[in-house]
């Protein structure tokens, strides 16, 4: 079968499209003849050594979906057969609040998603939405998990309040705008770009803001009333502008560090305020489950930015490092439809 392999962390020129053996499930496993997987920005990381516990080789891709073909001891034979969408993580461990320092992803350490088949625990080959066809399906794992932990998990939004989602564009914060729409937030959404804050007030955003323009924090202010839960992965560059557009008691969730790995807060109006500041990442299994059954119930589908076939897999990350612009980047490995 084929595999997007890396074998030395040396830039995407170490990424080669490989051909190795099929894999067969073990005990408590199932394969998945894979149809479609989809792009994050951590597989460039890994490609430049610039993830957290590198272990190469490895078959890149953490986001995938398709078919159960075989079965491995201990699993109803009868999930053969079943469309399926991947559960992103392996090991998180027995406590909800965060992962246990085993956690890992698919597609380093764990096998990896851009391929043709992949062996995976059965509790992690989840029951595709039937709105979604394999490509979008494959879409939505890590970058929706992330955004569902953020907001539901930690933040706990609720209807009516006032969501900012900084950087829209991005698969996380995309789905972070979707979600919130969807649990009947008012979304407000930066980026520095018109064009793609045009295509999230199609998306719902009630109030939009350019990030280039110095001292926005007075226009977010006054389009919002105040905000309540604030969902951002470039603090370096945000806090210091929307810091004191927050409500008493708003929750600042923070899943990546764009732009910087500090920055400053104000301690009186972090304490004075009541203001949450919370850390969060990826996602337990229970809550891929009950996010999967989120978007089959409200017919969430993901933006898709391009498309990509697998032999064209290196091409494809080279598009995401360069000419991404709104959406996930998907690569078409078998068939489509459902």
């Known amino acids: 079968m084929r595999v997007l392999s890396l074998k030395s962390a040396d830039g995407l020129d170490a990424v080669t499209l490989d051909t190795v053996s099929t894999p067969m499930p073990g005990p408590g496993e199932v394969r998945v003849a894979l149809k479609a997987a989809s792009l994050n920005h951590r597989e460039l990381w890994i490609t430049r050594g610039q993830y957290p516990g590198m272990q190469l080789p490895a078959t890149l891709g953490c986001d995938g979906a398709g078919v159960i073909d075989a079965a491995g001891d201990g699993v109803d034979p009868a999930r053969v057969g079943q469309e399926v969408v991947l559960y992103p993580g392996l090991d998180w461990g027995d406590d909800e609040r965060f992962p246990a320092a085993a956690f890992g992803l698919l597609g380093m350490p764990g096998p990896g998603t851009i391929a043709d088949a992949i ?14 066809d394999f490509a979008s399906a494959a ?22 309040e006032k969501l900012l989602v900084t950087g829209i564009g991005g698969g996380v914060a995309t789905f972070a705008l979707k979600f919130g729409v969807a649990m009947g937030a008012q979304v407000f959404v930066t980026s520095g770009s018109d064009e793609t804050l045009a295509k999230a007030r199609e998306l719902g955003a009630a109030g939009t803001i350019n990030y280039r323009e110095e001292k926005w924090a007075k226009p977010l202010a006054q389009a919002s009333g105040g905000i309540d839960v604030v969902f951002d992965g470039a603090p370096a560059g945000g806090y210091r502008n929307y810091g004191r557009a927050l409500n008493m008691g708003a929750r600042v969730v923070v899943y990546g560090s764009t732009g910087g790995h500090s920055f400053e807060v104000n301690a009186p109006e972090l304490f004075l305020k009541n203001i949450q500041l919370i850390g969060t990442n990826v996602g337990n299994l229970a809550e891929f489950e009950a996010m999967m ?24 990350l080279a598009y995401l490092e360069s000419s991404h612009g709104f959406g996930k980047v998907v690569i078409d490995i078998g068939a489509k439809g459902q």
């Open 119 to 132: 062996c995976v625990p059965a509790a992690s080959a989840i029951a595709k939405p039937k709105h979604l």
């Open 139 to 160: 879409a939505v794992p890590l970058a929706a998990l992330t955004a569902w932990r953020g907001l539901v998990t930690k933040a706990g939004l609720k209807a009516g």
């Open 293 to 316: 059954a989120f978007v089959e119930d409200k017919a969430i589908e993901p933006v898709i930015d391009r498309s990509f076939a697998l032999s064209e897999a290196k091409d494809a």
